[in-house]
């Protein structure tokens, strides 16, 4: 089964970064489109930022020119690197991909999220 898995989240104050990870499993062939989005508590989940297979990346106004999207194919991992971490940025952050296991292609799968707190 496919799998992707977040991590880098945590507790860091306002101004600050972080930068989150999302390691597909070692059963995938290769990411095809990539995303982060993110839920707060009481609101509705929000699409951050994805990266094609391509490249070409799309992101929340929320969160343009603070935070990065980037991906590395030969590790089959995609990163969100965080600036300017602000109180309104703290959730759930889940990673989404499709992913081809060298057979089938297993369309919009998510992780299980990583929690990020931005304490003010």
């Known amino acids: 089964q496919v799998q992707l898995v977040e991590s880098g989240g945590g507790l860091v104050q306002a101004g600050g970064s972080l930068r989150l990870s999302c390691v597909a499993s070692?059963?995938?062939?290769?990411?095809?489109?990539v995303g982060w989005s993110r839920q707060a508590p009481g609101k509705q989940r929000e699409l951050v930022a994805t990266i094609s297979s391509t490249g070409t990346m799309y992101y929340a106004e929320s969160i343009k020119g603070r935070f990065t999207i980037s991906r590395d194919n030969a590790k089959n991992t995609v990163y969100l690197q965080m600036n300017g971490l602000r109180p309104e940025d703290t959730g759930v952050y889940y990673c989404?991909?499709?992913?081809?296991?060298?057979?089938?292609?297993?369309?919009?799968?998510w992780g299980q999220g990583t929690q990020v707190t931005v304490s003010s």
């Open positions: 070692d059963r995938i062939f290769m990411l095809g489109d």
């Open positions: 989404h991909a499709d992913i081809f296991d060298g057979r089938l292609w297993f369309r919009n799968q």
